[in-house]
């Protein structure tokens, strides 16, 4: 049997900020490794360009970052054990965090120019 999707019952904003912190995490300027072996500190968010921002060779649509900039949803990631919070400075996602399928990669993450 396969594993359930979304176990944890992320809301929609939750999943899609998730998927936007996944994608910071591996960019080595946003994130930084630790504090706990296998976690990654996202120390640098990004900033809009027109309607939509840029994640290393990806372009995701403003709507789609939202909950980057909303504290209620750093604090239900943290009350999942996906993240801890230190709101507005930095979000440090767990091993949990960094592995979570939010099924929205491809759907966010857009490849190519603009």
């Known amino acids: 049997m396969p594993p359930k999707q979304n176990p944890l019952n992320l809301n929609p904003l939750q999943l899609r900020t998730l998927t936007v912190l996944q994608a910071l995490a591996a960019i080595p300027t946003a994130a930084i490794d630790g504090p706990a072996q296998g976690e990654r500190t996202v120390r640098q968010f990004p900033q809009a360009h027109g309607d939509h ?24 990631l943290a009350r999942k054990g996906l993240a801890r919070a ?6 440090t996602l767990t091993t949990i965090g960094l592995t979570y399928v939010t099924g929205l990669t491809d759907e966010i993450l857009r490849q190519g120019a603009h």
């Open 86 to 91: 230190e709101w507005p400075h930095s979000i």
């Open 53 to 76: 921002f840029h994640l290393g060779d990806a372009v995701v649509a403003g709507k789609d970052v939202t909950g980057l900039y909303n504290e209620k949803v750093w604090n239900a």
